[in-house]
């Protein structure tokens, strides 16, 4: 259990979460988990990162229950600069990251795919942000680069989720792949990338972001701070309170 890296083979580094049952990461594993990333693209001999998941989905976000446990606020600190090392892992790593997600993709894993350079995606795939429902914000920046402006509001608001085929439709995907298939199709991404000459690639890396419209760490770290508001203010453990009961009693009926 925990942040794992292995290198597949040629100038290919494998980073997998592996939290079960859902892969909510706790702050530690947030921190774990760009360090890994980094590590590999600092090693000379990697041209392209592949990150994926165990479980049931790929990312069901912060462990919103480890914040809930500790006293204060530090729980809540610790995750949110969790969180930003690891989008900005991501974002910064010399080489290209591609991401497989399966299953559900929600709050920081939108972050980690926001921020990847390629997607690949099970059939069985949803992207989206629940944090309104929580009490907190965040996301929006990395939401933005999978989907059009207006979808962003209208999934952020309503904390809904979209699925692989309409990301793939708007080409924030680039394949859409069977559960059984989709660590293959990565890896097939992967090493297409893998054997280009590597000081091109990392060439390319820095080019593309040096272009991007939008400094993803500035822009979500302003979002960062309305999650401190919300839960300074007492908002957010009142909404994380209520959410917990609403989760007990639809366990009740069952």
Request: glycine share 8%; charged share 25%; proline share 4%.
């Amino acid at each position: 259990m925990g942040i794992k890296r292995h290198s597949e083979s040629a100038g290919i580094a494998v980073v997998t979460v592996d939290y079960p049952p859902v892969n909510a990461i706790p702050s530690d594993g947030w921190f774990a988990l760009a360090d890994e990333i980094r590590a590999a693209g600092r090693d000379p001999q990697t041209n392209v990162v592949v990150l994926r998941a165990e479980n049931r989905g790929f990312n069901a976000g912060v462990d919103i229950k480890e914040i809930q446990r500790k006293p204060g606020h530090q729980a809540l600190i610790d995750a949110n600069h969790g969180c930003f090392e690891a989008f900005a892992a991501v974002y910064d790593c010399p080489v290209p990251v591609v991401t497989a997600v399966q299953g559900f993709c929600l709050g920081g894993g939108i972050g980690l795919v926001g921020n990847s350079d390629i997607i690949i995606a099970s059939d069985d795939a949803t992207f989206g942000l629940p944090e309104v429902d929580r009490g907190a914000l965040g996301a929006a920046t990395h939401l933005a680069r999978l989907v059009p402006q207006h979808l962003m509001r209208a999934l952020f608001f309503t904390a809904s989720t979209a699925t692989a085929q309409q990301l793939h439709h708007f080409g924030s995907v680039l394949k859409v792949v069977p559960r059984a298939e989709l660590d293959a199709a990565a890896l097939e991404v992967a090493k297409d990338i893998a054997a280009k000459d590597g000081r091109v690639i990392r060439a390319a890396k820095r080019a593309l972001n040096g272009i991007d419209l939008q400094d993803v760490h500035r822009s979500y770290r302003f979002e960062q701070g309305f999650t401190f508001e919300l839960n300074l203010s007492g908002a957010s453990d009142e909404i994380r309170e209520r959410f917990d009961e609403d989760l007990a009693a639809q366990k009740d009926k069952n």
